[in-house]
């Protein structure tokens, strides 16, 4: 059973900074990709951000420049470094794993999710 448990969201003032950390309790020999999503009240969850086990780095074009996302493999940890953000970046920040096993991928898993509000 995985396990997702983000933390470091919060409120911040325009033009602020927000570190996020996703640490996932999993045991696989597989490779693990990992993404952030993010939904605002009245929209659809939408992606922000993954890594995979290269640490070959995906951004959504919104947040390219501004956020960067890395990890720790040692310990099934992800960060999302946030810096310049503004109100459209105010939303649920979710964390999502999936395995890769010989090029299959296995089925995805959610954390809870984790508030980030903007405040202009």
């Known amino acids: 059973q995985v396990q997702l448990v983000e933390s470091g969201g919060g409120s911040v003032q325009a033009g602020g900074s927000l570190r996020l950390t996703c640490a996932a309790s999993?045991?696989?020999?597989?490779?693990?990709?990992m993404s952030w999503f993010r939904q605002a009240p009245g929209k659809e969850r939408e992606f922000v951000s993954s890594?995979?086990?290269?640490?070959?780095?995906d951004y959504a074009d919104s947040v390219k420049g501004r956020f960067t996302m890395s990890r720790n493999n040692a310990e099934n940890t992800v960060y999302l470094q946030m810096n310049s953000l503004n109100a459209d970046d105010t939303a649920m920040y979710y964390c999502?794993?999936?395995?890769?096993?010989?090029?299959?991928?296995?089925?995805?898993?959610w954390g809870q999710g984790i508030q980030v509000t903007v405040s202009s």
């Open positions: 999502k794993l999936i395995t890769l096993c010989s090029g299959v991928y296995g089925p995805s898993a």
């Open positions: 890594i995979d086990s290269n640490n070959s780095t």
């Open positions: 999993i045991h696989t020999y597989c490779n693990i990709h």
